[in-house]
């Protein structure tokens, strides 16, 4: 990690700088190819013969593969261009909110209802930005 | 001469143009947010704009990684609802104001903010939700609109007082155009939210009581607020919020707070929404 990153401290939160957004370009670029319907009927069909074709790291591939949303920020995802996968999955902002923290769509759900996550929330510290 | 006679500033959340769209605004989840927006629609239909100048951000529809301006303002005829992944919105097109947008663009840029000019682009819900908001469902929006992105995805966005500033470069743009019209500007996003990751869900009710007390009353030492603070206490996305200081710096020192409204939750966000008009004391 760089030095003057005072937000690298922040729990549970990947901001997205330069250096994520450098790691993800091709990760990110991935997910836009998924606005054009054509492209979410071929990746819907063949999902590794599609990420083949990307230059992404094995790792991401897999991430993908396995909608592992917090897996995809860490390698340099931003939510925004996530958000092309799980559109393409007929899924939710609130599910895939959900399915980042670990609770049930059910859970998470009634949680934002009474309020949302209180700013007293104690998450762990991440080890690395 | 153009007048800017009053800023609105709103969230922007997808979730809500979706409702509105699939007939579900009445439902109880939603009904308590559209009626906050009730008032709204009586008070612009009473003080109907001739251009809104419509500050938001887009979300990876427009824009990708391939180009990230800082402030892009759209200069063209018309822009069309962006597909963002489950078809374009069912909306009228959005009529520009292509002489008033050049105006702005030339004006600003001499005035040492560089800004982007797009000639074409779609605009996704960070635009079309709050007129959506604001007017309802009509066959024709009733204003021309000056789409004005502002890049708050790639860290680092523009600071709030960078965005401060930005309002009064835009503000001395429009009053110099040699045509009567009345202008609104609207800042858009927010508020507390944060969309990723393990701390997703976030809000904070306190802090966006206080931002919208400053918004109106102490926007210069709201506008000194770092970007850091934001993200810890606003949510990582709940960053959106510089916009809103774009918009206030376009009006007059001292506003009149029409309205007000706020409610949690839209999906999974903090709603904050303020008419304020001007008034003229500055002049």
């Given at each position: 990690?760089?030095?003057?990153?005072?937000?690298?401290?922040?729990?549970?939160?990947?901001?997205?700088?330069?250096?994520?957004?450098?790691?993800?370009?091709?990760?990110?670029?991935?997910?836009?190819?998924?606005?054009?319907?054509?492209?979410?009927?071929?990746?819907?069909?063949?999902?590794?013969?599609?990420?083949?074709?990307?230059?992404?790291?094995?790792?991401?591939?897999?991430?993908?593969?396995?909608?592992?949303?917090?897996?995809?920020?860490?390698?340099?995802?931003?939510?925004?261009?996530?958000?092309?996968?799980?559109?393409?999955?007929?899924?939710?902002?609130?599910?895939?909110?959900?399915?980042?923290?670990?609770?049930?769509?059910?859970?998470?759900?009634?949680?934002?209802?009474?309020?949302?996550?209180?700013?007293?929330?104690?998450?762990?510290?991440?080890?690395?930005? | 001469?153009?007048?800017i006679t009053a800023g609105v500033?709103?969230?922007?959340?997808?979730?809500?143009?979706?409702?509105?769209?699939?007939?579900?605004?009445?439902?109880?989840?939603?009904?308590?947010?559209?009626?906050?927006?009730?008032?709204?629609?009586?008070?612009?239909?009473?003080?109907?704009?001739?251009?809104?100048?419509?500050?938001?951000?887009?979300?990876?529809?427009?824009?990708?990684?391939?180009?990230?301006?800082?402030?892009?303002?759209?200069?063209?005829?018309?822009?069309?609802?962006?597909?963002?992944?489950?078809?374009?919105?069912?909306?009228?097109?959005?009529?520009?104001?292509?002489?008033?947008?050049?105006?702005?663009?030339?004006?600003?840029?001499?005035?040492?903010?560089?800004?982007?000019?797009?000639?074409?682009?779609?605009?996704?819900?960070?635009?079309?939700?709050?007129?959506?908001?604001?007017?309802?469902?009509?066959?024709?929006?009733?204003?021309?609109?000056?789409?004005?992105?502002?890049?708050?995805?790639?860290?680092?966005?523009?600071?709030?007082?960078?965005?401060?500033?930005?309002?009064?470069?835009?503000?001395?743009?429009?009053?110099?155009?040699?045509?009567?019209?009345?202008?609104?500007?609207?800042?858009?996003?927010?508020?507390?939210?944060?969309?990723?990751?393990?701390?997703?869900?976030?809000?904070?009710?306190?802090?966006?009581?206080?931002?919208?007390?400053?918004?109106?009353?102490?926007?210069?030492?709201?506008?000194?607020?770092?970007?850091?603070?934001y993200i810890r206490e606003a949510?990582?996305?709940?960053?959106?919020?510089?916009?809103?200081?774009?918009?206030?710096?376009?009006?007059?020192?001292?506003v009149r707070e029409i309205h007000?409204?706020?409610?949690?939750?839209?999906?999974?966000?903090?709603?904050?929404?303020?008419?304020?008009?001007?008034?003229?004391?500055?002049?």
């Amino acid at each position: 990690m760089r030095p003057n990153k005072p937000y690298s401290d922040v729990p549970g939160t990947t901001v997205f700088d330069a250096d994520q957004a450098r790691k993800g370009y091709h990760l990110n670029m991935f997910c836009m190819s998924l606005m054009k319907a054509q492209n979410r009927e071929r990746f819907k069909k063949d999902e590794s013969g599609y990420l083949a074709e990307w230059p992404m790291t094995e790792e991401q591939k897999q991430a993908v593969i396995a909608r592992d949303y917090n897996r995809m920020i860490e390698l340099g995802g931003n939510i925004y261009f996530l958000a092309k996968i799980f559109s393409t999955d007929g899924k939710s902002f609130v599910y895939a909110a959900a399915l980042m923290t670990g609770m049930t769509q059910e859970q998470y759900t009634k949680m934002m209802l009474s309020g949302g996550r209180s700013p007293n929330d104690k998450l762990p510290i991440k080890e690395n930005g | 001469m153009a007048r800017i006679t009053a800023g609105v500033a709103t969230s922007h959340v997808p979730a809500i143009g979706a409702a509105q769209d699939s007939g579900k605004s009445s439902e109880p989840y939603w009904a308590p947010l559209f009626k906050g927006y009730e008032f709204s629609k009586h008070w612009v239909a009473a003080n109907p704009p001739d251009v809104v100048f419509l500050v938001y951000n887009d979300h990876a529809s427009a824009f990708s990684l391939e180009m990230i301006p800082t402030f892009a303002i759209g200069c063209a005829e018309r822009f069309a609802p962006a597909d963002e992944g489950w078809g374009p919105r069912p909306i009228p097109t959005i009529s520009g104001h292509p002489e008033l947008a050049a105006h702005i663009a030339q004006s600003v840029i001499q005035q040492d903010f560089d800004l982007t000019i797009v000639n074409r682009m779609d605009v996704d819900h960070g635009l079309t939700v709050p007129l959506s908001l604001m007017f309802g469902q009509p066959s024709e929006w009733p204003c021309r609109v000056i789409p004005f992105a502002v890049n708050v995805i790639q860290y680092p966005p523009p600071s709030g007082h960078r965005c401060f500033q930005l309002g009064k470069a835009i503000r001395r743009a429009i009053n110099s155009f040699d045509e009567d019209l009345t202008v609104h500007i609207w800042g858009t996003g927010g508020m507390s939210h944060q969309l990723q990751g393990p701390r997703a869900g976030f809000i904070n009710k306190e802090f966006d009581r206080r931002f919208l007390d400053r918004l109106v009353s102490d926007p210069d030492a709201l506008a000194r607020v770092p970007l850091i603070d934001y993200i810890r206490e606003a949510g990582s996305e709940g960053i959106e919020l510089v916009m809103w200081l774009i918009m206030r710096g376009a009006l007059d020192s001292a506003v009149r707070e029409i309205h007000r409204f706020y409610h949690v939750p839209a999906s999974n966000t903090a709603v904050g929404h303020l008419i304020l008009e001007n008034t003229m004391l500055d002049r």
